[in-house]
């Protein structure tokens, strides 16, 4: 019988000692010839083959498929149907069934025959075991694998086709939205920033432009804009490297308590009308952390928590730790987050509907969730039923004993 290319293992149910037969018992004296009379019916390629390996019986369809003529695998072993490479293991498992004769459908293993010429080709194999008087058969059913097998190469390169085109065409959406966010946010310091150094060249020319205070607040207006525009780049590149994985962290003891001071300090500097309630504990809170990137992601929750609320409202931010991990929460009472929209949040490049249709590439919340996540830590948010937003970072604890930079 045909090569398995994957043992020979036991079907459920079967117990040591125990043989389970396909059928009933046949006439004592049942020949070869009477065993092929019965097959030759069957359309599948069968063959009959008794306890010692030799081939009893086969039909039309089993010469055919082959390549032997008329009754030549009458009388050869059964081994001559499989590779030579593989007959010293056949042998093993042929042995190994005659402990144990059980049925074994259509299906259950990986195979391979060889036909006269020397071709090999896959094949499935049925066995199953028929008793007559004190013998022991064989009866064995073959299908030639190859057409299927082709036809399911075929389907699989074309869902491996299908996936392919359907990522490119993600891809070239992902980049048209990400051309037109970015050309729309661009646009608004670039357009400032060309109107202030239009104007203030235009005074100037004009002999008009010699009061200190109104060439203050020139430049003041084009640092503002540069900064909008800097800040705007740099938020795209940190999002590819972090699609990419190519951002890296340098990563040292510090206590975030520090951390979220800094980052409050610099939120407060531009947001002036904005009150801010910090809450920590009078000991350091200490995780091995990038302070760059750490500082990056609370500013940015800080600068969204501002954007969704009302003017002067207040925001609270909150510094606590469990002895297991630490938690920076950032919670505004602003106008919150429809719970349709809440899933997407921290997707790339999504801003949920706003009434104040707030201005955004809708990367913040997107860069602080892979930053963190680079930490070992994990970003969520929850909504308070009170109204507005609380965003938690979470970040591994770590040993007191560490040092503190």
């Known amino acids: 019988m045909p090569h398995s290319t994957e043992g ?48 009893l019986a086969a039909n039309a369809h089993a010469h055919e498929l082959f390549g032997f003529g008329p009754s030549e695998l009458i009388g050869a072993p059964v081994d001559s149907l499989v590779p030579t490479h593989a007959r010293s293991r056949h042998g093993m498992l042929r042995a190994k069934f005659r402990e144990h004769p059980v049925r074994r459908p259509l299906g259950a293993m990986a ?18 075991p028929v008793r007559s008087g004190q013998d022991v058969h064989i009866i064995c059913a073959v299908r030639d694998m190859t057409a299927r097998e082709a036809a399911e190469r075929d389907r699989r390169r074309l869902l491996e086709e299908q996936s ?26 670039v357009t400032a920033l060309k109107a202030a150094s239009q104007l203030a060249l235009r005074r100037l020319r004009a002999g008009q432009l010699d ?10 207006l084009m640092d503002d804009q540069t900064s909008k525009a800097a800040r705007l780049i740099n938020d795209l590149l940190d999002g590819s490297r972090l699609v990419e994985r190519r951002l890296k962290l340098d990563r040292r003891p510090a206590d975030l308590r520090a951390i979220v001071r800094s980052a409050l300090e610099a939120t407060q500097l531009l947001n002036a009308g904005s009150q801010f309630v910090l809450s920590e504990p009078d000991t350091p809170v200490v995780a091995e952390v990038d302070a760059v990137r750490i500082e990056q992601v609370v500013v ?18 909150d510094v606590a730790d469990d002895g297991v991990e ?8 602003g106008i919150g987050v429809l719970p ?35 930490h070992g830590g994990r970003l969520d948010a929850d909504f308070p039923g009170d109204g507005g937003t609380r965003v938690i970072v979470h970040l591994p604890l770590l040993s007191a004993a560490s040092p503190v930079s």
């Open 211 to 220: 009061d200190d205070a109104e060439l203050e607040h020139f430049f003041t």
């Open 164 to 189: 392919a085109r359907e990522q490119a065409e993600a891809a070239v959406r992902e980049r048209d939205e990400f051309l037109s966010i970015a050309n729309h946010e661009l646009r608004t310091p």
């Open 111 to 128: 195979l391979v025959g060889r036909r006269k010429d020397g071709s090999e080709f896959p094949a499935d194999i049925s066995l199953s």
């Open 8 to 55: 020979a293992s036991e079907p459920a149910g079967h117990r040591d000692g125990e043989a389970v037969f396909a059928a009933v018992d046949l006439p004592a004296g049942a020949t070869g010839e009477w065993l092929g009379t019965i097959i030759e019916v069957v359309p599948d390629a069968m063959i009959v083959v008794d306890d010692g390996g030799t081939i």
């Open 300 to 317: 940015n929750l800080l600068d969204n928590a501002v954007k969704f609320s009302p003017r002067g409202a207040t925001i609270e931010v």
């Open 326 to 333: 630490a938690r920076v929460a950032v919670r505004d009472h």
């Open 340 to 374: 349709e929209y809440r899933d997407r949040i921290f997707d790339r490049f999504y801003q949920a509907p706003t009434p104040n249709h707030a201005a955004g590439m809708g990367l913040g919340l997107f860069i602080s969730r892979e930053l963190v996540d680079l």
